[in-house]
């Protein structure tokens, strides 16, 4: 018992030394209550055109799939709220896409923290994801202790809100397992009422309907029917978590790479609606805006004048 104690602290503290926000620990087994859950939300096509999301859904559930002989889940938080805003009256994006594409700071952390495991406890196998796998993040996040999942279908902590990304590590170690958090939604229905497009219900949310999704995903033309209902999102949405009352703990995070640029920042409606593919490639180079490309942003914002 001593060894796996020893184990999991060493797992905690170097993750709060690569500065994440915090971390919790599963056993990596079956996810049974999920599996119900996501065969209903997929029957009733609230996955809209990610016909991904119908794929590997044993793999989705099971970890051990993804990774042989896998014993532990490992699921981190990494802090991204920023209080800094974009010139009022522009186009918005969602916070997460200020900076630089999350994918490969988080990622960089995640090998630091793997080889930190098997530097000082010794020959561990596994793998790191970051949205990479069909791996539920929030799922795994809740399993280990580190929040609730929240009406809007985000993750909430207490102290710090949900502005933060989830990542994984899967390994073939056994460690001290964490237990779930009771939820703290209560009576509150925030989220819910102030949802431009009516996505939400309690814990439930209907992607085809979601800005972010509209915005992002969706490769098609966006539904005429969402005319005058984006609330002037160009990328993503943030409104189910500005409008959460945990959200009033956001601290600012501490990772230069996250960052919001200043010329995004600065970016009037004109420059937006003037933006050349050039300017796109040059302010968005490391971005995660990119996922859209140059012509699913300019679908967006010129649905946003219609």
Not at 115 to 141: C, H, L, Y
Request: aromatic share 10%; with cysteine; proline share 4%.
């Amino acid at each position: 018992m001593l060894s796996l104690s020893h184990h999991t602290a060493i797992v905690k503290n170097a993750a709060k030394e690569l500065g994440f926000l915090s971390c919790g620990i599963s056993k990596a087994d079956f996810l049974e209550e999920e599996a119900s859950r996501l065969e209903q939300w997929l029957k009733a096509g609230k996955h809209g055109k990610m016909g991904y999301m119908e794929n590997h859904f044993d793999k989705r559930l099971d970890p051990r799939l993804l990774v042989p002989g896998a014993k532990s889940v490992v699921s981190l938080l990494l802090n991204y709220y920023t209080d800094e805003q974009q010139v009022e009256g522009a186009p918005k994006i969602s916070k997460y896409a200020y900076g630089n594409d999350y994918h490969f700071a988080i990622k960089d952390k995640l090998k630091q923290l793997f080889q930190t495991i098997q530097e000082e406890i010794g020959e561990v196998n596994g793998r790191v994801f970051v949205d990479s796998a069909p791996v539920m993040d929030k799922a795994w996040a809740v399993r280990s202790g580190l929040g609730w999942m929240g009406k809007n279908t985000n993750l909430i902590t207490q102290k710090v809100g949900s502005f933060f990304f989830i990542a994984e590590l899967i390994i073939d170690l056994e460690l001290e397992y964490d237990t779930p958090v009771t939820d703290h939604c209560g009576t509150c229905t925030a989220c819910i009422d102030a949802c431009p497009t009516v996505a939400l219900t309690p814990y439930d949310i209907d992607a085809s309907k979601c800005i972010s999704y509209l915005t992002i995903e969706l490769k098609d033309q966006i539904p005429n029917e969402f005319q005058n209902k984006m609330d002037n999102w160009a990328f993503g949405c943030d409104v189910c978590q500005d409008v959460c009352p945990w959200n009033r703990f956001s601290k600012s995070h501490n990772e230069p790479l996250f960052d919001p640029k200043p010329e995004l920042l600065d970016f009037t409606q004109k420059d937006w609606e003037e933006m050349t593919e050039t300017t796109f490639e040059t302010i968005f180079k490391n971005s995660a805006i990119k996922r859209t490309r140059y012509e699913g942003l300019k679908r967006n914002l010129s649905f946003l004048k219609r």
